[in-house]
């Protein structure tokens, strides 16, 4: 039955109600509200929309491809920017633009912890998210007006939360959303009442044969309260009983290992598969100063066990570029000279920037970046760093040793705890060894160098294929004091142990991950020499804690990078800066880089390791869409097929054919009332061209159907007296002749409507309105 305009506005308007208030609750997992405001202009965007079209009597199978439309136009005024005709109208460059929020949202989502920076990608996923749900809620109340499923999208946003954060949902929201999904049943009560009244004051002449209406066994009214206090005990016993996962890799919290594709992984698995393929481009870059800065692309601080692991706190929204502080415990005494580097990114894909440590200002980047805390690492919770071009201004730092020497003790606020760490059970050959290597060091700098100039030395050899050979490769304490007694490792080995050495003097320390200087090109731009980094270039070097001065760099690897000038042995207050070391060693057979082990950015060059995950989530949403949009078909599928198994062996087989043939004629735009007579209705239908057409097939079914059903309701009396009912005489004959003129009728009844209003049938049939009415305790509807 149509609905008015106010009656239709008063179920949008409820139906608007119930989404926003279920929506807030997804609060805890993003921070502020401007998500929200998007959110809820979308969804008063498309419902709006909904109402509007049937206010000018659109075709219910055109409205919710429309509304979709309008979802696409509420999407291009958000985020289509300069994209965009006149605002709201998108072009190709939009799409794109969505295509490329919507991978981020992917990486922001596999990246970010709770509660998340409303990153714009993220607000664009959660608006498409809504937008989405509007659509269905609105199909669900308005066209299939079945507003009792509402509760089955509404679900989603109410009960997400419980995943994510161990207080689960907010009790007062789902309070709140159960409120509003009572005001939506109670609504669509009051206006499904309203036009029965209405459809049969206008028609004063139909025959018109009305039941006695069968009072519910509960109310209407208790029915919604049922419904609503069912559906909040469940939300409130599932969010409560799932364990949240907020440390898991969903939203990030448990590291950001799942980031990289052909990038380092932040768990240094220190001896992780030696065996590296040719070098893979990294990016490159140009300096006006000529400067060859290390690029860190991030701190780790603890060692656990064999792992030595990056910082897993989540990304502080306040820490945006434009607020990068001066460094840790740098003294304005220090010289800290400014140098400008431009970086080109080629095919290192990781979240985390690679940046020389300390970098004042970046600038140029595409997505959202966020500066860590202390070591000034700079991550993405919503791009990686593929194909990214990049300004930079860096602090040359440039200590003296005299400034290095009378460095004093370190505040205990100054550096983490985690720097200064060391297990009771440290294996003995370390504290000897840096005992015996730093006796007679009068200060914590000259222990220092003392270390460096250890490893460096010709007591020890870099090698890749020593550690595996000799079964000691690996990161654990046990792995360095091996590594102490057979003095032969790589980059990971060198630096780890000068940091557990730095660490057992007094000094903290934590390990730099990133890349070397690299080599200069033949090429240049801009009459600059453009330096090449690949994969081979990746590297691990201490960092050490001087009060004073801040985070130092040594390099204890020998034949490897730079070594600063103010670690050298017998260094000066004059020798400021950064000296490069002759190149004593030649680089393995092999050609791997002296860096962190992980293999994943020395990968085919024409991949990338991150597409699996993203693929397989776009083709699992894909897929529960064309469920969500098959699921009437399949509920009508289901129906038709009850009904016919009801002709073939129910005990009323004439009804079984009779109330198919009512819910084919509904679902193709026939006025089917169910208070009408068999006979009213098949006269209605004989009317239709498909009916008087010269071959009187399908009508004389029709009239079979009408005369079967007739004496099966209403012969049933004369059983008793021994008058044989319709099913019991030539049984299996007359259930195979109703199963034809069923088929028949119902191809009249096709053969009679357009296109559009046939693939209405098949997407959105009308007939389960039907069930509306008794899921909400209606009599069911017998058809005619």
């Excluded at 000018?56 to 920017?81: D, H, K, N, Q, W």
């Excluded at 990030?252 to 768990?267: E, I, L």
């Excluded at 860096?394 to 760490?421: F, I, K, M, N, Y």
């Excluded at 469920?627 to 129906?639: E, G, K, Q, S, W």
């Amino acid at each position: 039955m149509p609905l008015t305009t106010p009656q239709s506005l008063a179920l949008s308007g409820a139906t608007l109600l119930l989404l926003l208030v279920a929506i807030t609750a997804l609060g805890p997992l993003v921070t502020g509200s401007a998500w929200w405001w998007a959110a809820a202009f979308t969804a008063a965007a498309v419902l709006g929309a909904g109402a509007a079209l049937r206010a000018v009597r659109t075709p219910p199978s055109l409205v919710p491809p429309l509304e979709l439309v309008a979802l696409v136009l509420a999407l291009t005024l958000l985020f289509g920017g300069a994209t965009t005709f006149a605002l709201v109208i998108p072009t190709l460059d939009t799409f794109d633009e969505f295509m490329g929020l919507a991978e981020g949202a992917v990486r922001t989502i596999e990246q970010q912890s709770v509660p998340a920076i409303p990153v714009p990608a993220l607000v664009f996923a959660l608006t498409v998210g809504v937008g989405v749900v509007a659509v269905l809620l609105d199909v669900m109340v308005q066209t299939l007006r079945l507003p009792a499923l509402a509760a089955v999208p509404v679900l989603v946003p109410v009960l997400v939360p419980g995943l994510f954060v161990e207080s689960g949902a907010d009790g007062v929201i789902l309070v709140l959303t159960a409120g509003a999904y009572l005001l939506l049943l109670r609504v669509d009560v009051r206006v499904r009442r309203s036009a029965e009244v209405a459809q049969e004051g206008e028609r004063p002449g139909s025959a018109l044969v009305s039941a006695p209406r069968r009072r519910p066994i509960v109310s209407t009214a208790g029915t919604s309260f049922g419904l609503a206090a069912i559906g909040l005990i469940a939300a409130s016993v599932v969010t409560a009983a799932t364990p949240s996962v907020s440390t898991s890799f969903l939203l990030g919290a448990g590291g950001p290992g799942t980031m990289f594709a052909r990038g380092v992984s932040p768990y240094v698995e220190l001896g992780r598969d030696l065996r590296r393929p040719d070098p893979v481009p990294a990016f490159s870059y140009v300096s006006p100063d000529g400067d060859r800065p290390y690029f860190t692309l991030l701190s780790v601080e603890r060692l656990e066990g064999d792992l030595w692991t990056a910082d897993e706190g989540p990304v502080d929204g306040d820490h945006t570029l434009d607020t990068l502080p001066r460094p840790d415990g740098l003294a304005d005494d220090v010289l800290a000279e400014p140098r400008s580097l431009t970086v080109q990114i080629g095919q290192v894909r990781t979240a985390w920037l690679p940046l020389p440590y300390p970098t004042a200002q970046v600038d140029g980047l595409r997505g959202s970046w966020f500066w860590d805390e202390g070591a000034l690492t700079v991550r993405s919770v919503d791009t990686t760093t593929l194909g990214q071009r990049y300004d930079v201004t860096r602090l040359a730092v440039q200590p003296t040793a005299d400034q290095l020497r009378g460095a004093g003790q370190p505040d205990p606020d100054s550096v983490p705890d985690a720097t200064r760490e060391l297990p009771d059970d440290l294996p003995a050959v370390i504290g000897e060894t840096a005992a015996s290597v730093t006796e007679g060091a009068r200060t914590r700098y000259d222990a220092a160098v003392a270390i460096q100039a250890f490893l460096r030395s010709s007591e020890f050899s870099y090698s890749e294929e020593a550690p595996v050979d000799s079964g000691y490769d690996g990161g654990g304490f046990d792995v360095i004091a091996e590594f102490l007694e057979r003095r032969a490792g790589y980059c990971v080995h060198f630096s780890s142990t000068m940091a557990v050495m730095a660490r057992e003097v007094g000094i903290p320390s934590r390990i730099a991950v990133g890349y070397t200087a690299g080599t200069p090109s033949s090429q240049r731009v801009d009459g600059m020499v453009r330096v090449d980094v690949d994969s081979h270039d990746l590297h691990a070097w201490p960092e050490l804690y001087f009060e004073g001065v801040g985070w130092v760099p040594f390099e204890p690897t020998p034949g490897r990078g730079t070594v600063p000038a103010y670690s050298r042995p017998g260094a000066g207050v004059d020798a400021p800066g950064v000296v490069p070391t002759a190149p004593t060693a030649t680089p393995p057979a092999t050609g791997r880089p002296d860096g962190d082990p992980d293999r994943q950015l020395a990968g085919q060059a024409g991949g990338s390791g991150a597409v699996g995950p993203a693929w397989l989530g776009g083709a699992g949403l894909a897929v529960l869409a064309l469920l969500l949009v098959l699921l009437p078909a399949t509920a009508r599928a289901t129906m038709r097929a009850v009904r016919r198994r009801g002709i073939r062996s129910g005990p009323s087989p004439a009804d079984a054919a009779w109330r198919e043939l009512t819910a084919t004629a509904l679902d193709l735009g026939a006025d089917v009332d169910d208070r009408r007579t068999a006979r009213a209705l098949a006269d209605e239908l004989l009317t239709r061209p498909a009916f008087a057409a010269e071959d009187d097939t399908a009508a004389a079914a029709l009239r079979r159907l009408r005369d079967a059903v007739e004496r099966e309701r209403y012969g049933r009396v004369l059983r008793a007296a021994g008058t044989p009912a319709y099913h019991d005489v030539a049984q299996a004959a007359r259930r195979d002749a109703l199963a034809a003129d069923l088929r028949a009728a119902s191809a009249a009844l096709a053969a009679d409507a357009p296109a559009a209003r046939r693939a209405e049938a098949l997407l959105l049939p009308r007939s389960l309105r039907a069930a509306g009415r008794a899921v909400i305790g209606r009599t069911t509807p017998r058809g005619a």
